[in-house]
């Protein structure tokens, strides 16, 4: 991989945190129990399964009772959510994944726990799903698994309605991973470390390592320079 630790190093910097997201309303306490009622409310009794396709997959903050293999047919994974917190600022915005229409994602699908499964379903939407305009970017996805179809809970797959998401050609995409940075890291490591894991998992995503490679030729020539 040409992305290696030491150009990913070369992203990171200090910096503070400037609040929420500009232009967004942070999600109240009891908009998130809503939210979670919801979620429980269509799965209908069934054990809640959450299709993991990024950072859910190495960083889920939860203990899932099963985990397998799973395959989102008709979505891809896509550098096309801008933000301008977290892995980024208002000065140099960045680039986060979300799902797009067409193609295949390979991924995980995790089961929740009966146990735990409101506790680990509110914590997981409360860090997925922040602010209140985002909140329809929670959705079920059909995923297919060696034993069957499965209904997954996903989060950020596109929708034109809220036309969040805006895909980019792949060498204005890199140039914003390979520069942005925020209090949660940069997106150049968020990249890494996505490729990464799905290398362990035996998945490889070829538009991700075709971006990871316009990433690491934008750090190397703006270090030169």
Request: hydrophobic content about 40%; aromatic content about 6%; overall charge neutral.
């Amino acid at each position: 991989m040409q992305l290696t630790p030491e150009l990913v190093a070369l992203t990171i910097k200090d910096v503070r945190d400037d609040g929420p997201e500009p232009g967004f309303t942070p999600l109240c306490e009891a908009e998130l129990d809503d939210l979670v009622d919801k979620v429980e409310s269509e799965a209908d009794g069934k054990p809640l399964m959450i299709f993991a396709y990024g950072s859910l997959i190495w960083n889920p903050e939860f203990e899932p009772a099963r985990r397998e293999r799973a395959t989102a047919h008709g979505w891809h994974r896509s550098f096309s959510l801008r933000i301008a917190r977290w892995r980024a600022t208002s000065e140099q915005p960045g680039l986060m994944m979300a799902l797009e229409r067409g193609g295949q994602c390979d991924g995980i699908v995790f089961t929740l726990s009966a146990e735990r499964q409101r506790a680990d379903l509110r914590a997981l939407i409360a860090r997925e799903i922040k602010y209140r305009e985002v909140r329809d970017m929670v959705r079920w996805l059909p995923v297919r698994t060696e034993n069957g179809t499965r209904k997954a809970l996903t989060f950020w797959a596109s929708t034109k309605r809220l036309g969040l998401t805006r895909p980019l050609p792949a060498d204005q995409a890199s140039q914003l991973i390979a520069r942005a940075c925020g209090q949660g890291g940069s997106c150049a490591e968020y990249l890494r470390n996505t490729i990464v894991d799905l290398q362990a998992e035996g998945i490889r995503d070829r538009n991700l390592w075709h971006l990871q490679a316009l990433v690491a030729e934008d750090i190397i020539a703006r270090h030169k320079a």
